[in-house]
């Protein structure tokens, strides 16, 4: 998916309509934050930005990434506070996840 920096990156060019703005804004050179957008594109196979106009704005695509993106990040910030005890405790001993029947120890 998604790192925070790359979603901060979507976030400011969405915002600002420019590259060298959403650089000043991330406090980022202007050609770091062109590399990471054109790092992004190749990525996902995907045009993320029109820059067909002066402003540059998200395509369909990049409108889609950015928002579920920015949802999963969400939902995992509202994880249970308990989930990472949670989680170890449910490993069995040999360090493998349960799964249905069976210990997770070749059983």
Known sequence: MLTDEELAL?????????????????????STVSYA???LEQR??????????????LTRA????????????????????GWRRTCHASRSACGRWPTAGKTGCGS
């Open 44 to 57: 996902f196979d995907a045009l993320l930005f029109d820059r067909r106009r002066y402003r540059l704005q």
């Open 62 to 81: 990049g409108l889609l990434l950015t928002e579920e993106a920015a949802r999963l990040a969400q939902d995992v910030s509202k994880k249970p506070r």
């Open 37 to 39: 957008a054109r790092q």
């Open 10 to 30: 979507l976030e400011a060019i969405r915002q600002t309509g420019s590259l060298s703005r959403a650089a000043a804004q991330l406090g980022k050179a202007p």
